[in-house]
């Protein structure tokens, strides 16, 4: 996932061919014994590439495990000090990265079972998985990720998310549909240009939504410290792929420019043609019926939100000073904790009246 991140702590070697044999033997076999299945993410070029700054490896997580997602940096953390007995170790949401044999940086990721693939397919070949996904977001208005593979993140006209729906977490199924080889991918890369290949022949491939102008500022950030995604730029530039667009269907890279650089113009139509995109993929994996259900707890929730906070703001806090509306919103945390769980919290809410709430409210505010 990137070496460096032990330099300010230890000496942090990179490694030639075959000491990065060495070392992911090492841990493979040690992680196999211990926890179970354990994969190196593949990688092309591996004989001819001078060094290696760290080695990323894929763990199932035991099925004897019973904790949430939540707990897994934790869980590989200890698995770490316990079995490899160092105390150099680094989280990044869920890769665990640590310093092995005292100069030798790697990175383990672990997974669940039936999203294993996934994260091969989402971590595999470098930048491969980003590099598609760039492709998801403009031509489909979608995701691709290595947690929830392709999703959509359904949004108001104002660019609040009002959740989030799976479409499908099979490498075969994305692929295809983002207008990608699956035969091709499934034989391999050997080389950073059969990447290139196999991303620019895609028939959706738009050579400027990689431009840095085309990223949002979480992209930008992200994407201008990893070596191969700015080899691909450059390359693209070099090459004059940089301004080929093979479908010229809408898409939401076309507004965006204008939308986020020259003052929000265009923002109607940008969010227009990213809502029937997604309105469509969502009937192409027939989803129809998770957005209903989504909208229906949106709207819910709104409602919910809406009324306690007219509850609050006109009933309770009206004509206080700001030390007493201070004084009352550390109280607040009474009313909320009264309830077991939030639908007990909705269902109170949606089924009372405001002067039933605010009566309630206020019989924790004087305690």
């Given at each position: ?72 940096p934790k869980f590989l953390q200890n698995f770490i000090y316990k079995t490899f007995q160092t105390h150099l170790i680094h989280k990044n949401d869920d890769v665990v990265s640590f310093v092995y044999g005292k100069h030798y940086q790697v990175d383990l990721i672990l997974t669940r079972l039936e999203d294993f693939e996934l994260y ?248």
């Amino acid at each position: 996932m990137g070496g460096g991140l032990f330099k300010d702590k230890t000496e942090i070697l990179r490694m030639d061919w075959n000491q990065f044999q060495k070392v992911e033997e090492d841990v493979l076999s040690i992680s196999r014994r211990e926890i179970g299945r354990a994969e190196t993410v593949r990688f092309y070029e591996s004989k001819k590439r001078k060094s290696f700054g760290d080695i990323d490896i894929l763990l199932e997580l035991p099925s004897s495990y019973s904790g949430t997602k939540e707990f897994y940096p934790k869980f590989l953390q200890n698995f770490i000090y316990k079995t490899f007995q160092t105390h150099l170790i680094h989280k990044n949401d869920d890769v665990v990265s640590f310093v092995y044999g005292k100069h030798y940086q790697v990175d383990l990721i672990l997974t669940r079972l039936e999203d294993f693939e996934l994260y091969h397919f989402y971590f595999d070949y470098n930048d491969l998985g980003n590099l598609m996904g760039r492709i998801a977001w403009d031509k489909k208005a979608v995701q691709l990720g290595h947690k929830k593979g392709l999703s959509i993140n359904y949004e108001d006209r104002e660019d609040n998310i009002i959740g989030n729906i799976v479409l499908s977490k099979s490498p075969k199924e994305i692929l295809e549909y983002l207008g990608f080889d699956y035969k091709v991918y499934s034989k391999g890369f050997a080389s950073f240009k059969e990447v290139v290949d196999f991303v620019v022949n895609n028939p959706n491939f738009n050579g400027r939504i990689y431009d840095w102008k085309y990223l949002n500022n979480e992209n930008r950030t992200r994407n201008v410290k990893r070596k191969s995604y700015n080899t691909f730029v450059r390359y693209l530039y070099r090459t004059g792929l940089i301004r080929l667009n093979r479908n010229p269907m809408p898409s939401v890279a076309d507004y965006w420019k204008n939308r986020y650089i020259y003052n929000n113009e265009n923002k109607d139509i940008t969010w227009e043609i990213k809502h029937q995109l997604q309105l469509q993929t969502i009937r192409d994996f027939h989803k129809e019926h998770d957005l209903e259900v989504m909208l229906n707890e949106y709207r819910t929730q709104k409602t919910v939100a809406d009324k306690y906070r007219h509850v609050i703001k006109e009933k309770i806090l009206n004509n206080l000073s700001n030390k007493e509306k201070k004084e009352i919103g550390q109280k607040l945390g009474r009313f909320l904790d009264s309830f077991s769980n939030k639908d007990a919290y909705t269902e109170y809410v949606l089924n009372h009246t405001e002067e039933e709430i605010e009566k309630y409210i206020k019989g924790f505010i004087l305690l």
